[in-house]
């Protein structure tokens, strides 16, 4: 693939998950750290200044050199992610009071999601 056509369609994959983060900013159902870290490594890959603009964001700046420098995340950030994922898994197998395999699948997933975050080495 050409290069600068692979550039492109990497700058835009990486907007896609700037915005799936902002809207996971706003929307609890939606990690937005996570979209984030991967728009913070395709930009890495691909424009310098986009990911020089991720990680001197006020916002979430802090969060992503943070990453980017030790791979780690505060205790804050595992207990935000960790309450937003039991409140929504939590809704949504209320939601789906009859349905006992889709109920099961949604506690393996937030059983998963929460032992991943665990497991990443804090700061």
């Known amino acids: 693939m ?12 990486g907007w896609f998950f700037v915005l799936l983060g902002a809207i996971g900013a706003i929307l609890p159902l939606l990690p937005t750290t996570i979209f984030l870290i991967i728009a913070l490594g395709i930009f890495s890959k691909s424009s310098p200044r986009f990911h ?23 205790r804050r950030s595992k207990l935000k992610a960790t309450v937003i994922i039991v409140l929504t898994f939590a809704l949504s197998i209320a939601v789906l009071h009859q349905r006992l395999g889709l109920q099961i699948m949604l506690v393996s997933i937030a059983l998963v999601l929460l032992t991943i975050i665990w497991n990443i080495k804090e700061s």
């Open 2 to 13: 050409n290069k600068g056509i692979k550039q492109k369609l990497m700058i835009v994959l």
């Open 52 to 74: 020089a603009m991720l990680l001197n964001n006020k916002w979430f700046g802090k969060e992503l050199k943070q990453w980017e420098e030790t791979k780690s995340i505060s």
